[in-house]
C-alpha cells in the first residue's frame, strides 16, 4: 500500500463585513493532515479557538507520524480502526484544551469553533468534523458532501421543517447544535473512505459553502489545479458579499501505480448499490457501507453457509457463481451482483438455505456486528433503516402475491 501522492492548495480571507480573521487552516505535509476551523459566531476568542484547534490536532497527529508512515507500507500495528480512534481523540480532546484556555482568560468566556479535517494514510482518507465546516469529495467531476452540518437550522430540515426565509430561521441562523470548547470533549462525526486517482477533497468553513451556493460549488469544484480552484473558491465568496470570513484546502489525488484500483472499488460500490437496503443510499452513505465490506474469496465446491447456521452476515457477488441448497439439493444458482443472508444483519436466526461456491467466488461480506455500528451513526442510520424497510416491504409483497397465485391456483 503505497504513499498517495498529494498537491494541495490553501486560502483564507477576512470577508468584506467582518474586522478580524476567526477562521484557521492547517496543511501539514508530514502527516498528510489538512484542517480548516471556523471560530464561531463571533464570539469572544473566536480567532484564539480556530487557532488552538488547529495547533493541537496538528501537534497530536504528529506524535503518531512514524506509526503512519508505516501504515502506509502495511508495516506497524496500526489499524484503520486504531487510525479512526486516533482522529477522533484528537479532535475530541481539542475541545478541552480550547475549554482550558477560556478557563484561563475569562475576558474570552464562550470561546469556541469548528472543525474539518481529512487525514491521508496509505490509500486511505480519514475524515471528521464537529460544526458546519465541510468536506466535500470530488469524484468523476461530480461532488459528493461528506459531512453533515452540526447546525440547528439543518436539524429542523431533516424534520420535515423549512426554515429558510423564516422568522425561525433568520433567528437561528448560524446556531450550531455541536463546537469545539463547549464542553471537554465533543462528539465527533468520523469517516473514511479508500481515495482513488484523479480524487479532489475540498474542506471549507460555511463562509464559503453557505455563500458560494451549492450550484456554483459544483461549478467550481472539478476544475483548474488546486491553488486556482481555491481562489476560485474565496473569489466568489467576495463577489457574493462575503459577509463572513471564508477559507477553503483543496487537496488532489495525484496517479498511483494501481491502475486497476479504481476499477475495483467502484465496482464493490456498484455490487452493494444493486441490494435493496442500500439502492437508495446518497454517495457518501453508500461509501459508509463499503469501509465496513470485506472482500473475501472462495474456492469452488466451498460450503459458504449451510442450511440452519446461525447467519450473521451479508454476501454480495463480484465474481462467480454459487449454487442455493435446500435440503442437499441446489434449487437455484446466483451470478454477478446476486447478495443472500441481509436478513441476519437484522437478526441472528437459523438459514433459510445453504449456500455453496459452484466456482472460484469473489464476495463481498458484512458481518451483524459492523452493520449495527453504523446504525450507531445518527447521520446514516435513518437512512439504513429507511432501506430496511423498503426490502422488508418487497419480500412482503412478494409472499402476498405467491399466496394469491397458490389461493386462486395458478401455482
Known amino acids: 500500500m503505497a504513499q498517495l501522492q498529494l498537491v494541495h492548495a490553501g486560502r483564507t480571507d477576512v470577508g468584506i463585513v467582518r474586522s478580524n480573521n476567526q477562521d484557521a487552516y492547517l496543511i501539514d505535509e508530514a502527516t498528510q493532515l489538512y484542517v480548516v476551523c471556523d471560530g464561531v459566531g463571533g464570539r469572544n476568542g473566536g480567532e484564539e479557538a480556530s487557532r488552538i484547534a488547529c495547533e493541537f490536532i496538528g501537534t497530536r497527529m504528529r506524535e503518531y507520524e512514524q506509526e503512519l508512515r508505516l501504515f502506509s507500507e502495511r508495516k506497524g500495528s496500526l489499524t484503520r480502526r486504531m487510525i479512526g480512534s486516533i482522529v477522533e481523540n484528537a479532535v475530541s480532546d481539542a475541545s478541552g484544551a480550547i475549554r482550558t484556555y477560556s478557563q484561563e482568560h475569562p475576558e474570552l468566556s464562550g470561546m469556541a469553533t469548528t472543525v474539518c479535517l481529512l487525514l491521508v494514510a496509505g490509500q486511505r482518507a480519514f475524515v471528521a468534523h464537529v460544526g458546519d465546516s465541510r468536506v466535500y469529495l470530488v469524484r468523476h467531476k461530480t461532488m459528493h458532501l461528506l459531512t453533515e452540518d452540526h447546525s440547528l437550522m439543518n436539524d429542523l430540515r431533516r424534520r420535515g421543517r423549512d426554515p429558510d426565509g423564516s422568522q425561525l430561521g433568520a433567528a437561528y441562523q448560524g446556531a450550531l447544535t455541536r463546537a469545539l470548547g463547549v464542553l471537554n470533549t465533543a462528539r465527533v462525526d468520523l469517516l473514511d473512505l479508500e481515495l482513488l486517482a484523479g480524487d479532489r477533497i475540498v474542506l471549507c468553513s460555511d463562509g464559503v459553502h453557505g455563500v458560494v451556493g451549492d450550484n456554483a460549488m459544483q461549478a467550481i469544484a472539478p476544475h483548474a489545479d488546486p491553488a486556482t480552484a481555491a481562489h476560485m473558491f474565496i473569489d466568489s465568496a467576495l463577489q457574493n458579499g462575503a459577509p463572513d470570513n471564508a477559507t477553503v484546502v483543496v487537496v488532489d489525488v495525484q496517479e498511483d501505480a494501481d491502475g486497476d484500483r479504481s476499477s475495483r472499488?467502484?465496482?464493490?460500490?456498484?455490487?452493494?448499490?444493486?441490494?435493496?437496503?442500500?439502492?437508495?443510499?446518497?454517495?457518501?452513505?453508500?461509501?459508509?457501507?463499503?469501509?465496513?465490506?470485506?472482500?473475501?474469496?472462495?474456492a469452488a465446491g466451498t460450503a459458504i453457509f449451510h442450511e440452519n447456521d446461525v447467519g450473521e452476515s451479508l454476501f454480495v457477488i463480484l465474481d462467480g457463481r454459487a449454487g442455493v441448497l435446500k435440503r442437499g439439493s441446489q434449487i437455484a444458482e446466483l451470478g454477478l451482483g446476486a447478495?443472500?443472508?441481509?436478513?441476519?444483519?437484522?437478526e441472528r436466526a437459523p438459514r433459510s438455505a445453504g449456500i455453496v461456491a459452484n466456482s472460484q467466488l469473489e464476495a463481498l461480506v458484512i458481518e451483524r456486528d459492523a452493520f449495527f455500528s453504523l446504525l450507531r451513526e445518527e447521520v446514516t442510520a435513518v437512512k439504513l433503516l429507511w432501506g430496511m424497510v423498503r426490502m422488508l416491504n418487497a419480500r412482503?409483497?412478494?409472499?402476498?402475491d405467491e399466496l394469491t397465485l397458490m389461493k386462486t391456483g395458478q401455482a
Request: aromatic share 8%; hydrophobic share 45%.
Open 265 to 298: 472499488v467502484r465496482r464493490r460500490l456498484e455490487a452493494l448499490q444493486a441490494v435493496s437496503m442500500f439502492r437508495y443510499l446518497p454517495y457518501p452513505d453508500l461509501i459508509r457501507v463499503a469501509s465496513i465490506a470485506k472482500e473475501v474469496k472462495v
Open 396 to 400: 412482503l409483497r412478494k409472499t402476498s
Open 339 to 346: 447478495h443472500f443472508g441481509e436478513m441476519s444483519l437484522i
